[in-house]
């Protein structure tokens, strides 16, 4: 199953490792660094940009994608992110949202 995990924090990092195992990974994240680490530790895609913008997502292949989990710091950017994905063809989206 080809996954997008948007966030490279503690959250989308530790989804990362749990879901290589089994599926295809790719991780969007704004900050160069951490994209650049996930990529060196596991064997997964990195795309360097927002995850709620549309031109980052199509570069990820959300077309494609059967899910996307968003696990950023942010519940506004986690909602926005999902729904963008859903708009532009992923099959499912999960958002993370700490304050209901």
């Known amino acids: 199953m080809q996954i997008i995990v948007v966030g490279a924090g503690k959250v989308g990092t530790s989804l990362t490792a749990q879901l290589i195992r089994e599926h295809r990974v790719t991780v969007i994240d704004q900050e160069p660094r951490l994209i650049e680490n996930i990529i060196n530790v596991y064997d997964v895609m990195g795309v360097c940009g927002n995850g709620a913008d549309c031109e980052t997502l199509e570069e990820a292949a959300v077309d494609k994608a059967e899910l996307v ?19 532009m063809g992923a099959k499912h989206t999960i958002a993370r949202v700490r304050n209901p």
């Open 69 to 87: 989990v968003a696990a950023t710091g942010s519940d506004e950017m986690n909602m926005l992110c999902c729904f963008f994905a859903r708009k």
